[in-house]
């Protein structure tokens, strides 16, 4: 099987010159699940920002699904990664909870029936169609995360990146986010400080250090290994 995500020798420098990667090696598999541990500014969300294309390597490839990152295919890329942020306040920004997450759909240019179609599917996969008509802004924390997380589906990606998706949510919003997380077929990264969270949807963790991959292994390996 080729891999989904293969990212090699990925460095990057930001405009200040913190040198946030310092080059990462990484694959992921179709259907497989990697979390992404290590301590604050270790460069997991630099990462994250990179698989599509939102941050430009210094050096280094990656390629998802066979196609190499680059300028001319950059739509095609975003498409195929859906990328969720710790804050989903980043990314709701419509009246309502429905055109949310008919955005994406409508401004790839398919006609506003289909968009709909598209925005109410996702919004039942993640269990958030009764709140369609409601503003973003009105919801707990737990549904926003879900909103947001049907707005990238609704884009039909083969690869979710998820960064911190528990940091404000209480116990039960976690669980049913896990839930609702493992429901779903694509390919995930997963960045986390919640080992629990981790170790109920993948099976395998890289450690990040100080911008590099420093072991990949079974998340109860990488917990002993490393004190962080
Ligand atoms: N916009 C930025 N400008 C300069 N340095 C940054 C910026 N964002 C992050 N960094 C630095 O890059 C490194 C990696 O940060 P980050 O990727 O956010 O780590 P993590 O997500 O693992 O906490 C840290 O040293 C951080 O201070
Ligand atoms: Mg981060």
Do not use: C
């Not at 009246?95 to 997450?101: A, C, F, M, Q, W």
């Not at 890289?206 to 292994?217: N, S």
Request: proline share 5%; net charge negative.
């Amino acid at each position: 099987m080729s891999p989904i995500v293969q990212v090699r020798g990925l460095r990057y420098a930001y405009e200040d010159g913190t040198e946030a990667l310092k080059g990462i090696d990484f694959e992921l598999q179709p259907g497989e699940t990697v979390a992404l541990l290590g301590a604050n500014g270790s460069g997991k969300t630099t990462f994250a920002l990179h698989l599509n294309g939102l941050l430009r390597a210094t050096s280094g490839t990656i390629a998802i699904d066979g196609l190499e990152l680059r300028e001319s295919n950059l739509k095609e890329i975003r498409r195929r990664v859906g990328l969720v942020f710790q804050d989903s306040d980043n990314q709701l920004f419509m009246p309502t909870v429905l055109e949310d997450v008919a955005f994406a759909p409508l401004a790839a240019g398919i006609n506003s029936t289909a968009a709909l179609a598209k925005a109410w599917l996702a919004l039942e996969q993640v269990g958030m169609a009764h709140k369609a008509g409601k503003a973003p802004w009105h919801l707990s924390a737990g549904e926003k995360k879900r909103v947001a997380i049907a707005g990238i589906l609704a884009e039909e990606p083969k690869i979710l990146v998820l960064d911190e998706p528990t940091t404000f949510l209480d116990p039960p919003g976690q669980r049913g986010l896990a839930e609702l997380l493992s429901s779903l077929p694509q390919a995930k990264i997963l960045i986390t400080h919640d080992v629990p969270f981790a170790a109920r949807l993948a099976e395998v963790a890289v450690f990040f250090q100080e911008g590099r991959i420093a072991a990949k292994d079974t998340i109860p390996t990488i917990v002993r290994q490393f004190d962080w």
